[in-house]
């Protein structure tokens, strides 16, 4: 996940030190926060001079038609206007290069975007737009997995409230992007930020209930209903490799992964038909309850003598609410 730098949240020093900062410890993009202001540009053409480093500006206005010229002569790697505020069709000229995004707020349905489906990416703020030190709101990890479903193809890019135990989940999540402001800067240095920022090991009291896959959203079959269609059915539905098994009354009983059935028939490679659904399902897997916090699941998973790539997610009830992948955290450590 790419770290993009609010350069207005360092109110202490000018530009220019701010810039020469984010430099030295390769910060990936730097954030550039437009309050319906045209003086941004002059701050931008200063950068452009500091930095080879993509900017993102992000602006807020009314009437974005007023800034397309200035974003004509001052191209910008990624661009965003903010939805809620617009007055006016926002559409931007095919001669201002870079990618475009589209900012909601909170409360605002990811729906939205079907109108500008032809954008690269969104941007989630997940605090007040404008307000530094804001503390993020959880409802966005759904906002993300709703979005990511919706439009695989689109980038999500996050702003507000990020710090390391935001990160590690937005980074498991598959974000592209997230800015960072008040807790880059600071920190005793953007570079004790940026390790935090990107660590593997958090210490995080977020709960896995806060940003699991939801029951709606996992694959699921009846232990009644099973069979060895069934079952492949499911797996190819998901495309995560494995679906969960549960009886009628709700009740876990098990995983079945990719590599379960495929040892179920490599046992009876002279007749599949005789592979019983029953005997490929994993009936003890490692699971992880709701409450979990992300520190406790950690520590969890290194105790494990296998790689985990995903996890059922249980209540006190041993019902089966949702899972946990790591799909995309593997992607973006590689």
């Known amino acids: 996940m790419k770290i993009a730098a609010s350069v207005y949240s360092d109110k202490k020093r000018p530009l220019k030190e701010v810039i020469n900062d984010i430099q030295l410890h390769h910060v990936d993009l730097i954030h550039v926060d437009c309050n319906d202001d045209l003086n941004v540009f002059d701050d931008i053409k200063e950068i452009r001079k500091l930095t080879s480093i993509p900017i993102d500006l992000h602006i807020i206005t009314t009437h974005p038609s007023k800034y397309y010229s200035l974003l ?5 790697e990624y661009l965003t206007f903010q939805y809620e505020d617009l007055k006016e069709p926002l559409v931007i000229p095919k001669k201002i290069t870079g990618k475009k995004g589209l900012a909601i707020i909170t409360p605002t349905p990811i729906s939205v975007f079907n109108e500008y489906a032809d954008f690269d990416f969104i941007l989630i703020m997940a605090t007040i737009p404008g307000q530094s030190g804001g503390q993020f709101d ?4 759904k906002k993300i997995r709703q979005f990511k479903q919706l439009y695989p193809k689109k ?5 507000g409230g990020v710090n390391a135990e935001v990160s590690f989940i937005l980074r498991n999540l ?3 992007s997230s800015v960072s402001g008040s807790y880059l800067f600071n920190s005793t240095s953007i ?10 090991e958090i210490d995080s009291q977020f709960k896995v209930k806060d940003f699991m896959q939801t029951r709606e959203e996992m694959p699921l079959i009846l232990h009644e209903n099973i069979s060895l269609n069934s079952i492949l059915l499911s797996i190819e539905k998901s495309g995560l490799g494995f679906c969960l098994v549960e009886n009628k009354e709700g009740n876990f009983i098990g995983l079945i992964s990719n590599a379960d ?5 490599l046992k009876h490679i002279d007749n ?13 897997p490692f699971y992880v309850t709701e409450n979990t916090t992300v520190n406790e699941m950690i520590k969890q998973i290194k105790l494990q003598q296998f790689p985990i790539s995903y996890l059922p997610v249980l209540n006190n009830n041993n019902k089966a609410v949702g899972i946990i992948t790591f799909v995309n955290l593997i992607k973006g450590e590689l």
């Open 72 to 76: 004509k002569e001052n191209p910008v």
């Open 138 to 141: 959880e409802i966005n990890f």
């Open 155 to 159: 980038r999500i890019h996050v702003d």
């Open 174 to 176: 598959g974000v592209y």
């Open 191 to 200: 570079g004790e930020a940026l390790m935090n920022l990107t660590q593997r």
């Open 261 to 265: 059935v495929r040892k179920g028939l």
């Open 272 to 284: 599949f038909n005789n592979v019983q659904p029953d005997e490929i399902i994993n009936k003890t």
